[in-house]
């Protein structure tokens, strides 16, 4: 309900403001704070050091920066292509077949990703597809929990794309493969952008699946980051948890501008 008078719309952005305050910037605060405290003893660190980010820097956490961007750039880039590619597919087919296969597409997502990585551990520990310990199955896993946010947001785009333009585009003579790559896909470019965007910083984020399958050597920043602090390393964490924000940040906002390009906004 909307609400006109001045006095009922300046509680309401009182009240937005306390709630995003304490609910949002109140923890990211409060992590910035503890990864830059040397010592926390009462309610304010008692001094501020960058030694923690050093550590981070120097020590073989920088590697779990490298393994996160690696598997969440190669998951995402996988599955938007297979998400285009069953979007595209299954807007050709009947209202029924398409329901079916695109619930199909969102059950990962209903199941927790700890499960997910069980049965992928379980699945790829024999013969004749033995994954277990190598990085394929950290891949597998990331891209089985995103891959329905892709395929999701690549479907709602097509959905609002007019069939007009590939009409006229047939109706000129174009061919369906020219057609797809010259008119459809430039049309979908936000909404690709936008699903990869969404994909990796699910990836950057995730864990559950991860710490189930991961390999030594191929640690990512939220396995990283869970470790530190379940052996009490708090402010290292906090560094850690930092830099994630900070990459996938940066990432977005990239994201951010290639799409208001591509529009023309």
Known sequence: ???????????????FALIFGVLFLAPLAVI???SLADQWNGVLPN?????????????????????????????????????????LSLRLQGHALKRLLGLLFFIPS?????????????????????LNGTVAIVMIAHFVLISAFTFGNVSAGLARLSPDFEQVASSLGARPAYRLWHVTLPLLAPYLVAAFGLSFALSMGELGATVMVYPPGWVTLPVSIFSLTDRGDIFAGAALTMILVAATLVLLLGLERITARATGS
């Open 1 to 15: 309900m909307l609400v006109w008078s001045r006095p009922g719309r300046i509680v309401l952005w009182l009240l």
């Open 110 to 130: 209903a199941v927790p990703s700890v499960s997910v990585g069980l049965g992928l551990l379980v699945a790829f520990s024999h013969p004749p597809l033995l």
């Open 32 to 34: 910035l704070l503890s």
């Open 47 to 87: 001094g501020l050091t960058t030694e923690h980010y050093t550590d981070v820097v120097r020590g073989s956490a920088w590697n779990s920066v490298k393994a996160s961007l690696i598997t969440g750039f190669l998951a995402s880039a996988l599955a938007l292509v297979s998400g285009t590619w069953a979007a």
